[in-house]
């Protein structure tokens, strides 16, 4: 890897030979001079302009072996270098499972990588790297960086200030790797406990809140120098249907609409969001068509561009997602989009397909030239803005410098205490007296680390409580246990002083629920946590105790464990309210309950 020094040089001197007349890339922020840069580029260059795609590999140039024969096989192409030089695409987005984010060093080599390849062509214009680094259950880039609560978690804690210094710190450690782009913060306002694709990715179910919290994050980012993007619009927080394998439909009206899905997005274009993300959903008080949002010119470009007064950058969700593909083929999906407003494509399913679509458009009439260049001048503009026309390399040296520094992490956990909710607390049960409640057993789901932090939660709460002065042992039981293992775990509690469960997601038919009422039966105190949505406490009467963490990510279990031990003290409040199980329609914890000690 050359020194930032090195790379600097190189950069600049492909930025002069890129100049437009004598005035070089590092000085172009004005309209005149972006309109004058996108004049010089050929349609092939336009149209790569829009696409922000996916790639496997490492590295830029020297993935391993299926990582190539993954892109030759998805792209035809063998490495993100090639993608580059063949299709021209103004953005590149970063997956754990494309093998793109291992570690902080190689992120940023990556990053390097791709702008090397991209500003080596000729009239090569700097790539937008993005991410989906929302925090919480949603994260692409895992330790050693520094990760915070999730956003239902930050709406539990209500601090403006917290969601602010997320965005900024989140930020700084994004822009030192080389991501210059992340796709948060969620804007939807959660009203829907069944909501399976948002849930705690949402700051919660009160508009007002969320918008403080959007406003404040998205401030966060841009002090950072990474660009925001509020999604998903219109709304995606009262839908029953996960839009990557359905195509879910919003029944509010138009009133409703403006009261509540709004307000968030009012307030991310208020702050001067960079850009906002599309939802494949269907919302038809808003358009009456039958198209997702994503296609919809009444909504994009009649509400988000008109009425909202939005021009800044739209995005599409993925275009793999099956809410986009329901309607249209692959081929029609990406020049519809243009036609509604869009203005960056995101991660079609066949690139070829998409790229060609768009080219042919434009020779064919359906699209016109000057359609493009309105939204690659919006392109240019933030890229401009990101100040990667002047420097879009990053120094290994800034990654030790910021990226999971002993600081950072500090703010995270101080964070995380704010946000742990305690629900109930039977007889005074919390926190835990290490004195009479000496010996635990830490049971219950250990579903996948969501974001490149140890797991699974059981040991990490047992590790956790232990280091607080407990003798902790982790038994996991699952999302599902089976009766084998509900008996295992009660006659494990025979042997301990008290029971923590972490609970994920509890129905009325979850076996979840069957463990928790056998565990009390022993007689042993039982502690539960929620280690995922916050509805679960509706669903389990006989806990002496619960707690609601929001996530199952490291930094929230070790603050519910402080909570646990009496460390800190319960702060949170619900962002969201919990209706009783047996009558939905009734409230049994409302927005703003939290108990403390």
């Known amino acids: 890897m050359p020194s930032r020094r090195t790379v600097l040089a190189a950069g600049a001197g492909v930025t002069a030979a890129l100049a437009l007349g004598t005035t070089a890339y590092a000085d172009i922020p004005d309209d005149k001079k972006l309109r004058s840069l996108i004049s010089r580029m050929t349609l092939e260059e336009k149209v790569g302009q829009l696409f922000v ?8 140039t020297a993935p391993d072996q299926a990582d190539i024969d993954a892109n030759l096989k998805e792209i035809g192409v063998r490495t993100a270098a090639e993608l580059i030089a063949k299709y021209r695409v103004g953005g590149i987005i970063y997956f754990t499972w494309a093998h793109n984010t291992k570690d902080p060093h190689q992120i940023a080599d990556l990053s390097n990588g791709i702008q090397r ?5 000729p009239r090569g214009l700097p790539v937008l790297v993005t991410t989906d680094q929302e925090h919480g259950i949603v994260c692409r880039v895992g330790k050693p960086a520094t990760l915070f609560p999730g956003a239902m978690a930050i709406g539990a804690g209500g601090s403006r200030k917290d969601a602010h210094t997320l965005g900024r710190i989140s930020g700084a450690e994004l822009r030192a790797i080389g991501i210059n782009q992340d796709y948060s913060p969620d804007a939807d306002v959660n009203v829907n406990p069944a909501n399976p694709v948002i849930g705690v990715r949402s700051f919660g179910a009160d508009p007002d809140a969320v918008a403080g919290l959007v406003a404040a994050e998205v401030a966060g980012y841009q002090r950072s120098h990474v660009a925001a993007t509020a999604k998903h619009f219109p709304g995606h927080g009262d839908t029953a249907v996960d839009s990557h394998y359905g195509f ?12 509540l899905d709004a307000v968030p997005f009012r307030a991310a274009v208020k702050a001067g969001i960079d850009s906002i993300m599309t939802a494949h959903i269907q919302f038809p008080a808003l358009d009456d068509s039958g198209d997702p949002a994503t296609l919809s010119h ?12 939005y021009d800044g950058v739209v995005v599409t969700d993925s275009l793999g997602m099956e809410g986009v593909r329901t309607k249209y083929g692959d081929d029609r999906v990406p020049v519809l989009a243009l036609k509604a407003g869009v203005d960056q494509l995101l991660n079609p399913p066949d690139l070829a397909v998409a790229w060609n679509a768009v080219l042919k458009a434009v020779q064919g009439g359906e699209l016109t030239e000057s359609r493009l ?13 990101l100040r990667l026309f002047d420097d879009p390399y990053v120094g290994q040296g800034d990654v030790d410098r910021v990226v999971g520094i002993k600081e950072h992490l500090r703010t995270a956990d101080r964070i995380a205490e704010r946000t742990t909710t305690l629900l109930v607390n039977k007889g005074g049960l919390l926190p835990l007296s290490r004195r009479t409640h000496k010996k635990l057993l830490v049971v219950g789901a250990d579903p996948a680390s969501p974001s490149g932090t140890t797991g699974p939660p059981t040991g990490v709460l047992a590790t956790a409580l232990t280091e ?26 025979q042997d301990a002083d008290a029971v923590v469960v972490g609970t994920y997601n509890v129905t009325a038919g979850s076996s979840q629920k069957m463990l928790v009422e056998q565990l009390v039966a022993t007689g042993r105190p039982v502690v539960a946590i929620a280690i995922r949505n916050p509805y679960d406490v509706a669903q389990l009467p006989s806990a002496p105790a619960h707690l609601a963490s929001y996530s199952w990510t490291d930094v929230e279990l070790r603050a519910a464990a402080r909570v646990i031990a009496g460390k800190a003290a319960p702060r949170g409040k619900l962002p969201v309210p919990v209706q009783r199980a047996d009558d939905p329609a009734q409230v049994l914890y409302p927005i703003g309950y939290g108990l403390s000690y």
Do not use: N
């Open 373 to 385: 260049d309105e939204s690659i001048l919006r392109i240019l503009r933030l890229k401009s803005r």
């Open 117 to 121: 390849a991209s500003l080596t062509q």
């Open 298 to 309: 009444p909504i994009l470009t009649g509400i988000l561009r008109g009425e909202l007064g």
């Open 248 to 259: 879910p439909i919003i029944t509010h009206t138009r009133e409703v609409w403006e009261k």
């Open 468 to 493: 607080l002065g407990f003798t902790a042992t982790a038994l996991s039981t699952g999302t599902a246990p089976s009766a084998a293992t509900i008996a295992k775990a009660v006659a494990a509690a």
């Open 53 to 60: 795609m996916r790639v496997y590999g490492h590295s830029a």
